[in-house]
T-cell receptor
Framework: GESVGLHLPTLSVQEGDNSIINCAYS??????FIWYKQESGKGPQFIID?????DKRQGQRVTVLLNKTVKHLSLQIAATQPGDSAVYFC???????????FGTGTRLQVTL | KAGVTQTPRYLIKTRGQQVTLSCSPI?????VSWYQQTPGQGLQFLFE???????NKGNFPGRFSGRQFSNSRSEMNVSTLELGDSALYLC???????????FGPGTRLLVL
């Protein structure tokens, strides 16, 4: 099961550099946001999440930034590694609904 | 804990047939959501079950249905298959549906 299709935006970064993947979300009522990583043949894997009462959250090598004013989310990956190559999706959710609305995805390619 | 499991992993059907896919959530998770992933439409929400009841539904025709059992395992059924139903079908579970959803590896369905 490959992750997604043929016309994804692609971000190409060199190993060791930092990566920034951006996402615009649509619903101003969304209050919970998640970044997923999907490798070829696998389902989406949880990376990091953030609630709307925060504007920044850090994990191991990853940081998510949330700008509610312009409805924008970003994922920063520090010291990008070959194993980070995958398709990255942002997803939004409202507190009253249990369904996720996914962005179109960005393919991250890490070059050596 | 074991992750979300889905069976079968791959399936080939012909137009007009029906298919049933199975999902076992993470132990203790009572919410199961189903998503369809295609190159053209990306990841789209099908429906969510919680305590054996459908709690949310996406914009898919009635040919797509599901159910959940008392042990939280879930099945989805697609009747009268069409070529456009070829996709990766993903199942995700969460404790109550309003937290992080964890995905299984998916079932790749090919309709000929």
């Amino acid at each position: 099961g490959e992750s997604v299709g043929l016309h994804l935006p692609t971000l190409s970064v060199q190993e060791g550099d930092n990566s920034i993947i951006n996402c615009a979300y649509s619903n101003s009522a969304s209050d919970y946001f998640i970044w997923y990583k999907q490798e070829s043949g696998k389902g989406p894997q949880f990376i990091i999440d953030i609630r709307s009462n925060m504007d920044k959250r850090q994990g191991q090598r990853v940081t998510v930034l949330l700008n509610k004013t312009v409805k924008h989310l970003s994922l920063q990956i520090a010291a990008t590694q070959p194993g980070d190559s995958a398709v990255y999706f942002c997803a939004e959710n409202t507190g009253t609904a249990s369904k996720l609305t996914f962005g179109t995805g960005t393919r991250l390619q890490v070059t050596l | 804990k074991a992750g979300v499991t889905q069976t079968p992993r791959y399936l080939i059907k012909t137009r007009g047939q029906q298919v049933t896919l199975s999902c076992s959530p993470i132990s203790g998770h009572r919410s199961v959501s189903w998503y369809q992933q295609t190159p053209g439409q990306g990841l789209q929400f099908l429906f969510e079950y919680f305590s054996e009841t459908q709690r949310n539904k996406g914009n898919f025709p009635g040919r797509f249905s599901g159910r959940q059992f008392s042990n939280s395992r879930s099945e989805m059924n697609v009747s009268t298959l069409e070529l456009g139903d070829s996709a990766l079908y993903l199942c995700a579970s969460s404790p109550r549906g309003r937290e992080t959803q964890y995905f299984g590896p998916g079932t790749r369905l090919l309709v000929l």
